[in-house]
DNA sequence: CGTCTTTGACCCGCGC
DNA sequence: GCGCGGGTCAAAGACG
């Protein structure tokens, strides 16, 4: 996660969810070097963990706030609904909200109410929603590994903004009529914009890390935001349960922790097979 | 050789 | 009707 709000982290306090970990589990007997380097390993984990936490919690307090923003956007756009001017001022404050709210916009979906607004003869449009992925601004690729498989058909420089739309198809199954749209924030060359279009018409999606088609973290964690925003009174758990999974995933994909995990079991091993004497 | 990406050309809707 | 701009197609090249 690289957000740029992590150094103002330090003096928030999260009261929304506590999605903390306790990873003080380790006994401070361990006098082996394994040991040690667990131990070690273990606090440095907690310690991001802790940051990990109050960054979430951070993003969580922006996306009510934006979601409040949102409804009441909403309340006095309908109300305007019949005025002349209502097209233009959308447009202006559609413009806005995108602009300046890409930070916890991950958050957001911008879909079907705003959409079938904009455009109210379509009644069949397909479902659309925005995605904002913060990347790394000197990445200049416009791939979003979300977890599906996408063939890119076509590349695109629009007027409103000076980074190419790149056009892709879902290509995880023959017929899936999902399309996404990626570009550049003009706001933050650092957000890719990614806007979907329909619905998959298969099931889970691939789990394996494949190039640039392949599941990955952060993918998962943007598929946890959403749901999140989607079920925004649900569950704490959930929230949890990801940061132990990912806990889980990072310390089993880390060589050094599954060695010297490996070194202290064997050692353990060999204290308890080989009793001293 | 098959698959994927690139990119110029083309299509189509919309506003004037 | 015309021009503009977004979206799509498809040929050519890259790559494994």
Redesign the pocket.
């Known amino acids: 996660m690289s957000l740029d709000s992590e150094a103002n982290l330090s003096s928030m306090e999260p009261t929304c969810v506590d999605t903390s970990l306790n990873l003080n589990v380790i006994p401070s007997s361990h006098t082996d070097i394994a040991g040690e380097f667990l131990v070690e390993e273990l606090r440095r984990l907690n310690c991001e963990n802790k940051m990990l936490t109050a960054t979430l919690n951070h993003v969580y307090e922006n996306c009510l706030a934006l979601q409040k923003h949102l409804s009441e956007f909403n309340r006095l756009k309908k109300a305007n609904f019949d005025k002349e001017e209502t097209a233009s001022l959308k447009r202006k404050v559609d413009s806005e909200n995108c602009a300046n709210l890409f930070c916890v916009n991950a958050l957001t979906e911008c879909s079907s109410e705003e959409e079938t607004f904009k455009k109210p003869k379509q009644s069949t449009t397909p479902k659309v929603h925005k995605v904002f992925v913060r990347t790394d601004a000197s990445d200049t690729s416009l791939y979003v590994r979300d977890g599906y498989q996408w063939?890119?058909?076509?590349?695109?420089v629009?007027?409103?903004n000076p980074s190419p739309?790149a056009?892709f198809k879902c290509?995880y199954a023959p017929g899936c009529p999902v399309?996404k749209?990626v570009q550049r924030s003009v706001e933050d060359r650092s957000v890719l914009v990614t806007t979907y279009e329909g619905e998959h018409n298969h099931g889970e999606h691939q789990t394996e890390t494949s190039g640039?088609s392949g599941k990955s973290e952060s993918g998962e964690a943007l598929e946890l935001v959403q749901s999140r925003v989607v079920d925004m009174n649900g569950q704490k758990s959930l929230v949890q349960q990801f940061l132990v999974q990912q806990m889980a995933t990072s310390l089993t994909r880390d060589p050094n922790f599954t060695a010297a995990l490996a070194s202290a079991i064997s050692g353990n091993l060999h204290h308890t097979s080989t009793p001293k004497r």
Not at 151 to 156: D, E, N, P, V
Request: aromatic share 14%; glycine share 6%.
């Open positions: 063939r890119k058909y076509g590349q695109k629009t007027r409103d739309r056009y290509s399309k749209k640039n």
